[in-house]
């Protein structure tokens, strides 16, 4: 796990993100104004999500890894643990957020 997290450090982009379920007119546009300007920086066990309206920090754990595939633990700054599934392809890092609203499919670039 120690290289999957190696393999995380750094700072991506957001690219894209497909909810499974639509999400109601203020989640829309808080989605729409980060796509393509969100940043997420990664190391050390602690994150940074920095957008248009996205300010925040946290921890994070790499939960396992296999090949390119990791399973990540995100926990906000109070505490609320978001889990994704993701995979390294390249300099992008395709995943998918198991936890409601932001539930769905998405990729960073490394940035």
């Known amino acids: 796990m120690v290289v999957a997290d190696q ?3 750094g700072t991506w982009r957001l690219r894209r993100f497909a909810p499974e379920v639509a999400l109601d007119l203020p ?3 808080v989605l729409a104004s980060e796509l393509g300007n969100l940043t997420v920086t990664f190391g050390s066990g ?3 999500a920095t957008g248009p309206g996205v300010n925040l920090s946290g921890r994070y ?3 396992s890894a296999q090949g390119d595939a990791i ?3 995100v ?3 109070d505490g609320v643990a978001r889990h994704f599934t993701a995979q390294f392809v390249g300099t992008v890092l ?4 198991e ?5 769905g499919d998405g990729a960073l670039q490394r940035a």
Not at 94 to 97: I, S, V
Not at 99 to 103: G, H, L, N, S
């Open 7 to 9: 393999r995380l450090s």
């Open 75 to 77: 926990y906000d700054p």
């Open 99 to 103: 936890d409601k609203p932001w539930q």
């Open 71 to 73: 399973e990540v633990v």
């Open 46 to 48: 602690q994150f940074t």
């Open 27 to 29: 989640l829309q546009a």
């Open 94 to 97: 395709t995943f998918h957020a």
């Open 61 to 63: 754990s790499v939960l």
